[in-house]
Antibody
Framework: QVQLVESGGGVVQPGRSPRLSCAAS????????MNWVRQAPGKGLEWVAV????????YYADSVKGRFTISRDNSKNTLFLQMNSLRAEDTAVYYC?????????????WGQGTLVTVSS | IQLTQSPSSLSASVGDRVIITCRAS??????LAWYQQKPGKGPKLLIY???TLQSGVPSRFSGSGSGTDFTLTISSLQPEDFATYYC?????????FGQGTKVEIK
């Protein structure tokens, strides 16, 4: 079955640059677009970024554009989110999520999330 | 594209019919999905393409609408349905979510 396991969260100082990872299994990873979605404590869902199956196309939310970079390693079935210039408002649980299909497709499967707390 | 859900929360009893609405700031055809989230868990896809039930989702869940106005209906609320529900447009980027509707026990 589809499994998505995020890692790399923790307490991070403002301005630091952690990298989140998402290990995928149970499906042909290189065939699907992948997303990051975040949720601040007690708040709703915020879509962050998407990367196409081959890594050639990437889109970002305005709130992270220029600071975060999404990437993938299809040889290792792993998705990444490089987070630069972190701010307090980036504190959230970060979920990786797999596109259900191709094109205008919803997020079919989600991981359990990894918490990033930005604090000095 | 912004999505506005209503209500933001509701109290209901087991067996009740529950309707949640989602309005898009511009037309998105049928490119709308609904998710259920329980505390401490990642969201779960319920419905996509406005009205298509995801595999394994109980038939008491249904979706309708197109263009700018959409609804999620739970025909007979069950104890396991108490959760927060989100809509998401998948027509264009950024793929915005609604603000969520928390369904609580009356």
């Amino acid at each position: 079955q589809v499994q998505l396991v995020e890692s790399g969260g923790g307490v991070v100082q403002p301005g630091r640059s952690p990298r989140l990872s998402c290990a995928a299994s149970g499906f042909p990873f290189s065939s699907y677009g992948m997303n990051w979605v975040r949720q601040a404590p007690g708040k709703g869902l915020e879509w962050v970024a998407v990367i196409s199956s081959d890594g050639s196309n990437k889109y970002y939310a305005d709130s992270v554009k220029g600071r975060f970079t999404i990437s993938r390693d299809n040889s290792k079935n792993t998705l990444f989110l490089q987070m630069n210039s972190l701010r307090a408002e980036d504190t959230a649980v970060y979920y990786c999520a797999k596109d259900l299909g191709v094109g205008s497709t919803p997020l079919g499967y989600w991981g359990q999330g990894t918490l990033v707390t930005v604090s000095s | 594209i912004q999505l506005t859900q209503s209500p933001s929360s509701l109290s209901a009893s087991v067996g009740d019919r529950v309707i949640i609405t989602c309005r898009a700031s511009q037309g998105i055809s049928s490119y709308l999905a609904w998710y259920q989230q329980k505390p401490g868990k990642g969201p779960k896809l319920l419905i996509y393409a406005a009205s298509t039930l995801q595999s394994g989702v109980p038939s008491r869940f249904s979706g309708s609408g197109s263009g700018t106005d959409f609804t999620l209906t739970i025909s007979s609320l069950q104890p396991e349905d108490f959760a927060t529900y989100y809509c998401q447009q998948v027509d264009s980027y950024p793929r915005a979510f609604g603000q969520g509707t928390k369904v609580e026990i009356k």
